[in-house]
């Protein structure tokens, strides 16, 4: 497809997405198989392109306890970034993506209480200090070895004040979900987009499970359909996921000098149990 033809159809896209929707591999190459799948800018896109905001609410109320002043590690494209922003909090955002924070920048440029750097979580230093930080959506999860997951703990230890506040939100590895077999799938997400004009899909299969490592790795497949049926874009991304039990993340919490204030089973606050579709942990720095 030209890039002619692909601007006159939307904008939301770079052109290269375009070269994807014909199932010609652009550059990059439309599996994406990688460290770090988030260097992928077409990614990037497509996810943005899907809204949540149920955990909204909970990180609001949370940056109005405890002060203003909030570290956001994993921002991505600014989904949370730009309501915590907007309710008159200073919000520094890091996150590895340059593309995802490109992203982010477009939402936020004029932000004056917006600061928005690339960095890795397991490296950092930044300034400070501040009142809370926040690791939302199982970004926790794209560590995959325990002294990564510790050096992350560490660093947001160090950026926080005496007292500051660690929300972080992580999976909750029910057995159903260890013991699906690679292979197995599950509609995740279809989602209308009225800001695109185009319906979003996202599908995940388990491509294998290292019980022994707490890895999964996922392939999730992307699609983005217009109204007409045509395919707008398509992509396929896999990579590893390391899930961690509720005590295994307390003590690595202990570890990186940090008190547990409560585990949360939704954003409602409601207490972890057996059946709870997140594991959100609220720690404070000793
Ligand atoms: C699922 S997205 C979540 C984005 C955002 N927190 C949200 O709630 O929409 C995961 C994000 O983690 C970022 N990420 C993954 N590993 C990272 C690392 N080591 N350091 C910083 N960011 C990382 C990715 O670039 C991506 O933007």
Known sequence: MSKTTASKRGTWVDDTLWDVMDGVASTAGALVKADHPWA????????????????????????????GRVLELACGSGRLTVPLANAGNS????????????????????????????????????????????????????????????????????????GGVLAIDLLH????????????????????????????????????????????????AYEAIDARGQLVAKRFVEWPYRWIHRFEAEHLLARAGFELQSVYGDYQCEPFTSESATMLMVARRR
Not at 196 to 211: I, N
């Open 91 to 162: 919000v520094v955002g890091i996150d590895v993506s340059p593309h995802m924070l490109a992203l982010a920048r477009a939402k936020l440029e004029t932000h004056p209480s917006v600061t928005l750097i690339q960095s890795d979580m397991r490296a950092f230093n930044i300034g400070g200090p501040f009142d809370l930080a926040i690791i939302a959506v199982k970004s926790f999860a794209y560590l995959t070895e325990t002294e990564d997951q510790l050096q992350a703990l560490l660093c947001v230890k160090k950026h926080l004040r005496q």
């Open 173 to 220: 590895a029910k057995p159903e979900w260890i013991g699906q077999s690679p292979g197995s799938m599950r509609d995740d997400l279809v989602q209308y987009s009225a800001a695109h004009g185009f319906t979003l899909s996202r599908v995940e299969s388990v491509v294998s499970t290292d019980l022994s490592q707490q890895i999964r790795v996922i392939r999730s």
């Open 40 to 67: 992928d800018a077409q990614l990037a896109q497509l996810y943005d392109a899907f809204s949540f905001d149920a955990d909204v609410p909970f990180y609001l109320e949370l940056a109005a306890q405890q002060g």
